[in-house]
């Protein structure tokens, strides 16, 4: 969470997106929900491409 400004345009933590390089090495399992992808590594880490959709609409 960074600062930024809500919905209303008063100043609130909004979530940043950021992105991870992750091997192939890394990965303990992942699934295709069509939508998106979640993928979740070997130390429990768990990454969604699910925010790429909203910033591309």
Do not use: N, W
């Not at 890394?26 to 990454?47: A, I, M, N, P, W």
């Amino acid at each position: 969470m960074v600062d930024g400004k809500g919905a209303d345009g008063q100043p609130a933590k909004v979530p940043r997106v950021k992105f991870v390089p992750v091997g192939a090495e890394e990965v303990l399992s992942f699934r295709d929900y069509g939508s998106h992808v979640v993928v979740v590594t070997v130390d429990g880490q768990k990454f969604s491409s699910a925010a790429d959709q909203v910033a591309a609409e």
